[in-house]
């Protein structure tokens, strides 16, 4: 088993619709919680970053972390074609200095 | 505008040759991470670095080398390359610390033949 699961896709949405990005992770001492973007042909880059559980929000973007369900969540309001990537889910142990990535989900939202 | 940069976009090697991939970054990062993604499985650590001249072996190591010589350059070497080493190629770099995420390189699109 995988130490994160995230469902590749592809997902594809009309545009205006609301996105969720999901992963699950097995290990309880994941603390450090991120989601990248990476468009086709370019390096991922950071789109958001949440510490422990809760919620943080940024413009259309919202990142859920539930610890207890070992289960984190990407959100993503009145979705843009521009919006069509690979977003990543990315997580690290306390202390720690590498990542650990989920597969990707490929996102298409459609004009 | 700070930057990971990697030399390469596209690289076609053949079989057994020896292939260096080089990144530099301009942000005085500590860290430098070497990384592969492949469709189905997606970002494997190959090699890391939190210092010059030092590394240490990530997911994959297996017929990968590294080189840190200076803070800003981090060389993955292919000793003999392989098809199976066919790939994208990703460098990052990051500031020590948990709270602090990644900066990526466009990638290196290596196909071995």
């Known amino acids: 088993q995988k130490e994160v699961e995230q469902d590749p896709g592809p997902l594809s949405v009309p545009e205006g619709a609301i996105v969720s990005l999901n992963c699950t992770y097995s290990?309880?001492?994941?603390?450090?919680f991120m989601w990248y973007r990476q468009y086709s042909r370019k390096g991922p880059e950071l789109l958001m970053y949440?510490?422990?559980?809760g919620n943080k929000e940024d413009g259309r973007f919202t990142a859920q972390v539930d610890k207890s369900s070992k289960y984190i969540s990407l959100f993503i309001r009145d979705s843009q074609p521009s919006d069509s990537a690979t977003y990543l889910c990315?997580?690290?142990?306390?202390?720690?200095?590498?990542?650990?990535f989920g597969q990707g989900t490929r996102l298409t939202i459609n004009p | 505008d700070v930057k990971v940069t990697q030399s390469s976009r596209y690289l076609v090697k053949r079989t057994g040759e020896k292939v260096f991939l080089e990144c530099v970054q301009d942000?005085?990062?500590?860290?430098m991470f070497w990384y592969r993604q492949d469709p189905g499985l997606g970002l494997r650590l190959i090699y890391f670095?939190?210092?010059?001249?030092?590394?240490e072996k990530g997911d994959i190591p297996e017929g990968y080398s590294v080189s840190r010589e200076k803070k800003e350059r981090f060389s993955l070497i292919l000793e003999s390359a392989s098809t199976n080493q066919t790939s994208m190629y990703l460098c990052?770099?990051?500031?020590?610390?948990?709270?602090?995420?990644?900066?990526f390189g466009s990638g290196t699109r290596l196909t071995v033949v």
């Open positions: 990052a770099s990051s500031l020590p610390g948990e709270n602090y995420g990644y900066t």
């Open positions: 290990n309880s001492a994941f603390q450090y």
């Open positions: 949440t510490y422990s559980s």
């Open positions: 990315a997580m690290r142990i306390q202390g720690a200095q590498k990542l650990v």
């Open positions: 942000m005085d990062h500590e860290n």
């Open positions: 670095s939190y210092d010059v001249k030092m590394k």
